[in-house]
Structures are given as structure tokens and as C-alpha cells.
Nanobody
């Protein structure tokens, strides 16, 4: 069992930066693939980024690839999402998730979810 708690969301102006954190409790956190998803108002939840358990392999969706960076610190049981050059269209609730699969990009492939942290980007 893994419990995930996100933090770091907030209100930021366009062009600004935020770093989201996702702290995990539970055993063997480093064996899970970790992912970030987001859900904008009135839209479906969408994949943002994923990182392997060891942190050696990562992948981001095209719309954020050069602006967002996913990383993990297994010693701290924490996964991060560094977000730069934020745009109003990045406004959403951001969720971290953990999976037993290898680099999944679909939300149904994740077994554990945090409660989400809200990011609002003003223009």
C-alpha cells in the first residue's frame, strides 16, 4: 500500500515557475513507476510525465516536454515536477500516482493516487 500527498501548487503568473512535490509513505517506493497527471476544469485527466522507479528513465507529454521536468528522490520517498515557463493552459489540478507497470501513460494503469494540488496560472 502506498499513500501519496502532493504539495506545491498555487497561483503563479504566466512565465513563472512552480515545483510540485509528492511525498509517499509505504514500503518499496523505489520499485514503483511514478507519474504526474493533471485535470483542467471541464476536461478529462491527462498524462503529464512519468519516471521509472530508479529514476533512470523518464518521459513527458509533448506539450510540456521542454518546460516540465520530473524527478525522484527515493531516499526521501518523493517525486517532483519542476514546472517552468508556465502558461494559462497549464492551469489544472495536478495529481501524482504510482504504478507497478513500466512507464504507463494511461491513468487506469496506476494503482495509487494522491489527492491533487491545484495550479492556477494567470495571464
Amino acid at each position: 500500500q502506498v499513500q501519496l500527498v502532493e504539495s506545491g501548487g498555487g497561483l503563479v503568473q504566466a512565465g513563472g515557475s512552480l515545483r510540485l512535490s509528492c511525498a509517499a509513505s509505504g514500503r518499496m517506493f523505489n520499485t514503483y513507476t511514478k507519474g504526474w497527471f493533471r485535470q483542467a476544469p471541464g476536461k478529462e485527466r491527462e498524462f503529464v510525465a512519468v519516471i521509472s522507479g530508479s529514476g533512470s528513465t523518464k518521459y513527458s507529454t509533448t506539450s510540456v516536454k521542454v518546460r516540465f521536468t520530473i524527478s525522484t528522490d527515493n531516499a526521501k520517498n518523493t517525486v517532483y515536477l519542476e514546472m517552468n515557463s508556465l502558461k494559462p493552459e497549464d492551469t489544472a489540478v495536478y495529481y501524482c500516482a504510482a504504478s507497478n507497470g513500466y512507464l504507463p501513460t494511461r491513468d487506469y494503469e496506476y494503482e495509487y493516487w494522491g489527492q491533487g494540488t491545484k495550479v492556477t496560472v494567470s495571464s
